[in-house]
């Protein structure tokens, strides 16, 4: 009598940690997502700022910056999907690197004050957004691996979680400073 | 800042007087510890039957004796080797850097790079050097923290919590947290399964955060107060720096980022740019080993890139 009880305490200690540790693991994708979100707005909102500063030299790429005009008013539309967001993030971090490749193109855009001072702002806010998707990526792999791996499969499964998708890092981010370079100065 | 290849020259061309005149003291030093050493043997043989129940008591004594003796015959020459020697080569490296030979870096902040988790009973150290490099502020010196610790009976026993060296710089992000970088012990001694468990469940530090560097991660183990902020200190490019600094060091290091500064702590486990006394000063590996470790350490600011203000902090 006794040792059956005591099995059917273990067993249900275990489901109790296996379901908590589930929660815990998709509430932290939630939560780092949030902080994703917080510096992906920010970067929206130097785009207005930056549009108007260089639209007036910029006449040859004026489709890129009705692109990305329209990427940030779809993406301040309420009700975007997580997934949603991690699409067009991507597709404003193309656009965006190449208006600040086609600024080189103008001597008078790149030393002017105010683009520069974007420029700047903007370096600051991809630093901080790679920091986000990175610690993002980490917390879903760590929650598509519970939802995966045995035996928290199966809990996940009855659960009805899903895997999450992951920002694709871009390869300009992934870049390392090659040690040639280290050691030159 | 100087390189090191002329560092080596200023050692050589402008120190040689200065070096021959000390190394004959060394010389006088090394004859006397070596005549006390051998008073201390015959007193030892004299006395070897009154302690021969209590050979703990003769070895306590001995080594109270010897340590005394040791820094009694050694501090005149010490004090001298270092303002003659090691000043000098400080102000060489660069000239807005200070040497003072008997402070350290305060016990405040050691407590407040949070690197050790035990507080220090006692906190000695000496070689303090402050000053700027390219306009970034940097501190360190020699540290050695003790722990004591008490039996039943009262009597202390003292274990060392941290000898080496202890650097303190401005670092160029903004941040608010603490992130703190610490040698992989857990899974390099048990495994990725098993260390890695250990790691996450480790209660006397903040929240693990993984690394999307293999290198590193095999190198390290991070904990941090915000896993965002800890990934936006430790991007790709500082992370490969910290792997290279590693390897060129081949002693254990720990890194804090706390109060928007970089701590550094490497574990030489001894006392630094002390001068040899039974090998002599003019010997190419002596003299390589104060030069080398002095360009080291207040180089860290160009190793580590400190003094690029890319970002938008003032």
Sequence with gaps: MSVSLIIIIVIAVIFVLMYNSLVGKKNQVENIFASVDTVLKKRYNLIPNLVASVQEYMKHEKSILEDITKLRSKANKPNVSDEEKIELDKKVSSALRSIMIAVENYPNLKANENVMQLQRSLNEIEEQISAARRAYNQAVTDYNNAIEMFPTNFMANFMHYNRKKVFEIVESER????????FEK | MKSLSQLTDFYYDNLHPILEDLDKKRQNVKFRILLFGAILAFFDLAVF???KNNLEWLLFINIAVGTFLYKFLTSDYTSEFKDKVIAPLIQEIDENLRYTKNIHVSEFEFINSKLFTSIPDKLDGNDYISGKIDEVGIELSDIHAQKEHKDSKGRSSWSTIFQGL??????NKNFNGRTIVLPDTAQSSFGDLVGGWLQSHNISRDELVKMDNPEFERE???????QIEARYILNHTLMQRLIE??????????ISFVSSKIYIAIDYGKDLFEPAVFKTLLDYKVAMEYVKTLHLCVGIVEELKLNQKLWSKA
Excluded: A, C, Q
Excluded at chain 2, 245 to 251: E, G, I
């Design chain 2, 49 to 51: 039957s009154f302690f």
């Design chain 2, 166 to 171: 202890f650097i303190i710089s401005e670092f």
């Design chain 2, 220 to 226: 390290f183990v991070v904990y941090g107060s915000d």
């Design chain 1, 175 to 182: 870049k390392n400073v090659s040690v040639k370079d280290l």
């Design chain 2, 245 to 254: 600094f590693k390897k060129r060091l081949k002693h254990k290091i720990y």
